[in-house]
T-cell receptor, first 113, second 114 residues
Framework: RKEVEQDPGPFNVPEGATVAFNCTYS??????FFWYRQDCRKEPKLLMS???SGNEDGRFTAQLNRASQYISLLIRDSKLSDSATYLC??????????????FGKGTHLIIQP | GAGVSQSPSNKVTEKGKDVELRCDPI?????LYWYRQSLGQGLEFLIY????????KSGLPSDRFSAERTGGSVSTLTIQRTQQEDSAVYLC????????????FGPGTRLTVL
């Protein structure tokens, strides 16, 4: 099982619709979870952290399910500007103790007018 | 303030040549990461520096790849005897402290090996 798995999409969604996608992770010891956004030919940028109790930031809601080891991102009232690749990110623990982040390959979202 | 900067923005080289890619992290950030991203693919972790600790080199794909971070700031990723499969965008990121802090990415260096 890959460390972080996402449906690559693309998800083609009409403007104004609600869209949700999930991500699964393999390391049950992971403690930190994030969603990053990457626009075409641009660098990734943090969209939001994912907290155990779930959290919301405007039109975006992130949730964590530790038992099933997945996190989700919900986008309400989607805008054309939401078109991007959404990267699921989980903290990575190595035997050497140097933590970092593992990035999923991303889910490509296209909002259509 | 200034973000993460990388140079060059584009590099075209011939197979077998060595290349050096530079990253200037955000001032005060103790953690620095190198990733690469091939066309249409996800981010592949390469190496991670955290303060004065030994770097985590577990992501380096071969011994042709090496990286240094001098003075806890600027980092250089060196690829020796480049191969065509090394063609990718090489991204550098820095974070304030521990590995789970938000990572700020540079614009990347697009490497093309002919």
């Amino acid at each position: 099982r890959k460390e972080v798995e996402q449906d690559p999409g693309p998800f083609n969604v009409p403007e104004g619709a609600t869209v949700a996608f999930n991500c699964t992770y393999s390391n049950s010891a992971s403690q930190s979870f994030f969603w990053y956004r990457q626009d075409c030919r641009k660098e990734p940028k943090l969209l939001m952290s994912v907290y155990s109790s779930g959290n919301e930031d405007g039109r975006f809601t992130a949730q964590l399910n530790r038992a099933s080891q997945y996190i989700s991102l919900l986008i309400r009232d989607s805008k054309l500007s939401d078109s991007a690749t959404y990267l699921c990110v989980v903290n990575r623990t190595s035997g050497g103790g140097a933590d970092g982040l593992t990035f999923g390959k991303g889910t490509h979202l296209i909002i259509q007018p | 303030g200034a973000g993460v900067s990388q140079s060059p923005s584009n590099k075209v080289t011939e197979k077998g040549k060595d290349v050096e890619l530079r990253c200037d992290p955000i001032s005060g950030h103790t953690a620095l990461y190198w990733y690469r991203q091939s066309l249409g693919q996800g981010l592949e972790f390469l190496i991670y520096f955290q303060g004065n600790s030994a770097p985590d080199k577990s992501g380096l794909p071969s011994d042709r790849f090496s990286a240094e971070r001098t003075g806890g700031s600027v980092s250089t990723l060196t690829i020796q005897r480049t191969q065509q499969e090394d063609s990718a965008v090489y991204l550098c990121a820095s974070s304030l402290g521990a590995g789970v802090d938000e990572q700020f990415f540079g614009p990347g260096t697009r490497l093309t090996v002919l």
